[in-house]
């Protein structure tokens, strides 16, 4: 045997500390992230792209090169590490400008972000390749045989190879495209980066990995070669079918990749029912695979019986994150980091790894799985944060087994004995029930925040129970329940199975006191009416819904209903509660607000120099105050009544991203676009969300609100806001203000769909605020050009926008100018009229200083609150 090439050393531990911190730091934040996501921009997106492009890439990028060292037999000496490090901290430089660039909406940043990050992965898969090639010239001058576990390298190189090419996808997204390209677009970065860079490399490394985790032979060496190619040809087909708009291609690509996979799998999984997993690192990566076998299967049904949409492109991303990839990369991690840190107590930070495995194991798989399940949106919320519970849960767990090991070198370096670490008692038995009693607990208490199925007060007025019962299934659908009549013979026991058949949440409530709680669609509840011997009324209690028509009349045999089958409107003052309402709340618009009051502020912002504007839009039911003294709760986009303002040019496109974070359906609808409705403005559920994408090619100023029926009581609350696309012959002013005008229908504590209904409002507002311009007036000089947008949300209130001592030299309304400047007859204006959804501008400039007032000259509506001040200096 040649001596003449030398056994390079083993890599140093400190090198690897440092290459893996990335990672820590990325679960940190992924977790710090995951608590404040309400408040932050693009939370899905962000949460998505902190744990892959953070987490997972650095983690594949790290292991990827160590598994290769150990699959070649071969390490790197010391002095070779630095390209390494310097390929690390470039790859998470790029991964920061990329994630701010989206933020903030910076297309050239996100462009070199993507850049940056894909010349590091492809750098690192030139750096395998060399790899590869010097360890075989090596082995071969060292007359050793190639490496056995050689094959899996090609995986690893492979799927670095891929996500440069993903990543490119994903910088065109950030582009902004038509909704058809942005789908294909989307999957096509999806199988680069999901199932090419995260699967290639899990498939690599499982290949070697799994069959020593659990104690068998390994049966899948002869596999590779065959299992590699199927993947990359899977790859290949869904990536050309999903940028061709073929989603029969794209379906067959997902199964060509499946077949793959299946070829990978299968004999893991017969070796895993001979030899069970043991312990938390086995069982996360066997759970992992069957995850992701059943979203690959999922997603080839998705895309073969329908077309292909941003919403369908990512319906399994989440179950293939956080199902797949999320416990594949715990899994490994509690397997290799033990071992990589080392010392005399490496056994026994094993061992602190798997503390509480089976109850996190259970948790997190039984989690998913009831979040997968038509269930109401609250226990949806629940079992998600115990699932992300159950995840941060490895966090302290790695830090404590982490403490374990540095404890055992220190200990034998002061010549002491090693820490052991001794499981607590627990019983594998013990922890699956206390993960069930603990999802379950979950259950039973969110459900309860939305009602629940229950027997209520006695409707039998005393009549003799005839010991029958009747049980009658009923229907909720298109604002009506069906049947819409119950007949009950008298003395007999009622039993209603009331199913949610619409696209929209539903209950039904009984004035006896039943109620089935919120129903998402497709579900169902049962209620004990309990022995019947007089009418009994029922309802949806969702406002606006029983105003609809939404009404149940419950008879006894003999008498009569009150109305239609299902068409009563039902009476006054039901808003939202059984019983009747109060009387409309008295307003005293004279209280001045306190001294820390703070107004909407009225200037707005000239549009971004950016073409494509991204926002996430998140549904929220909030306390607030239409005026002082008059609290309600508000429905909002993005916590205020009156949502963000968005303003832009001709030829921009607007990505707004809807997250329902309430507790019945809403929907949004775009006036500036012009799109087909089916989609974007269809009414999504709590918890669901969509992308609504327009491109603006008319300039204006245009309405947004909630599209969801009762479309008058959803903007009422507040589901309402104003686009700008500026016209091109717009010319500069001094100061830009905007004022949008709606209506506040106050009624117990939620807004009053009778009041709606008819009309009346309690307040007229300008920018969600009765008055509240009288007591923080806008500013203006002396000479001064000022332009004032005017915007009409209603639902009911015409605009007649006025201001005293001034006359308007520009009028501009509905895409056109009435009135400018220059005009040759000297002609003014006194009033813009704007009926509901209509919108202008009108310029004016201030001779004398002074304080104007600014109304609806359709008094009564400024009366109400529709006025305010300008000060002139």
Known sequence: MSTTAERPAKRPRSWHQRAGMPVRIWLVVLILAGLAHPFLPESRWLLIHL????????????????????????????????????????????????????????????????????????????????????????????????????????FLIASSALLPIGAA????????????????????????????????????????????????????????????AVLLVGIAVLTGGALADLHLVAALGVAV????????????????????????????????????????????????????????????????????????????????????????????????????????????????????????????????AAVMLAFAAFLPIMISSAR????????????????????????????????????????????????????????SAGVTPTGQTTTVSVEAKDMRFTPGTITVPTGDRLVIDVTNTDDQVHDLVLASGQSSGRLAPGAGATLDVGVIGEPVEGWCSIVGHRQQGM?????????????????DTGGGGHSAHAGSGPAPLAVDLSRKPDAGFVARDPRLPPAPSESVHRYTFEVTEVPGEYAVGAPQTMWTYNGSPMGPTLRGKLGDTFEITLVNNGSMGHSIDFHAGVISPDEPMRTINPGDSLIYR?????????????ATTPMAVHIAAGMFGAVVIDPPSLTPVDAEYLMVQSEAYLGDGAVDADKVAAATPDLVLFNGFADQ????????????????????????EDLSFHVVGSQFDAVYKEGAHLLRPDNAD????????????????????????????????????????????????
């Open 257 to 384: 990749y499946l077949v793959g996979w299946l070829v990978v799998a299968l004999p893991m999984l017969r070796g895993a029912v001979s030899h069970p997993p043991q312990g938390y690192a086995a069982s996360s990566i066997t759970a992992a695979l069957l995850w992701l076998l059943g979203s690959l299967a999922a997603l080839t049904v998705v895309l073969a019986t329908g077309p292909m949409t941003p919403d369908r492109a990512t319906l399994m991303t989440i179950p293939f994150l956080a199902g797949f990839a999320a416990q594949l990369l715990f899994g490994v991690m509690s397997q290799i980091l033990p071992g990589t840190m080392g010392g005399p107590s490496a056994a026994a930070a094993f061992d602190a790894m798997n503390r509480w495995w089976v109850f996190r194991l259970v948790v997190i798989n039984l989690g998913l799985l009831m979040w997968l399940l038509p269930l109401p949106s609250w226990t949806k919320v629940g079992v998600s």
């Open 404 to 459: 374990i090991s540095v404890a055992g070198r220190r200990a034998v370096a002061a010549g002491q004995t090693p820490p052991t670490f001794t499981p607590a008692t627990q019983q594998r038995g013990t922890q699956a029930v206390a993960a069930l009693a603990c999802l379950a607990l979950v259950a039973a208490v969110t459900s309860g925040l939305g009602g629940g199925g229950s027997v209520g007060s006695d409707a």
């Open 826 to 873: 000297r002609g003014g204006a006194q009033a813009l009229d704007l009926a509901v959804a209509q919108g202008g501008f009108v310029e004016m400039q201030f001779v004398e200083p002074g304080t104007y007032t600014f109304l609806n000259h359709r008094m009564a509506a400024a009366d109400r609150g529709a006025r305010g001040l300008i000060v002139v200096e």
């Open 51 to 154: 744990f892959t492009l953070g987490a997972v890439t650095n983690s594949i990028i790290v292991w990827s090169y160590t598994f290769t060292e150990r699959f070649l037999g071969y390490h790197l000496p010391d002095t070779e590490r630095g390209p390494q490090l310097v390929r690390i901290y470039l790859l998470n430089a790029g991964i920061v400008l990329t994630i701010a660039g989206v933020l903030g909406a910076w297309f050239p940043v996100v462009l070199v972000g993507a850049v940056v990050v894909a010349s590091m992965v492809a750098w690192h898969a030139i750096a395998l390749l060399l790899l590869l090639r010097r360890a075989q010239r090596w082995r071969a001058a060292d007359g050793q045989q190639p490496a056995e576990q050689a094959q899996s390298v090609w």
């Open 169 to 228: 996808f994903g910088a065109t997204l950030a582009y902004g495209l038509t909704d058809t390209a942005h789908a294909g677009f989307l999957l096509a970065h999806q199988a680069m980066n999901l199932l090419g860079f995260l699967g290639l490399a899990a498939a690599g490394v499982l290949t070697v990995m799994y069959s020593r985790l659990i104690g068998m032979e390994n049966t899948s060496a002869r596999r590779r070669p065959v299992a590699l």
């Open 551 to 567: 009404v149940l009349h419950i008879v006894v045999d003999g008498e009569t209903d009150n109305g239609d089958t299902g068409g």
């Open 773 to 796: 311009y009288l007591h923080k007036p806008l500013r203006a000089r002396v000479g001064d050009r000022i332009r004032i947008w005017v915007l009409v949300a209603g639902p009911n």
């Open 694 to 706: 327009f491109t603006a090619v008319r300039s204006g100023i245009w309405l947004y609100h909630c």
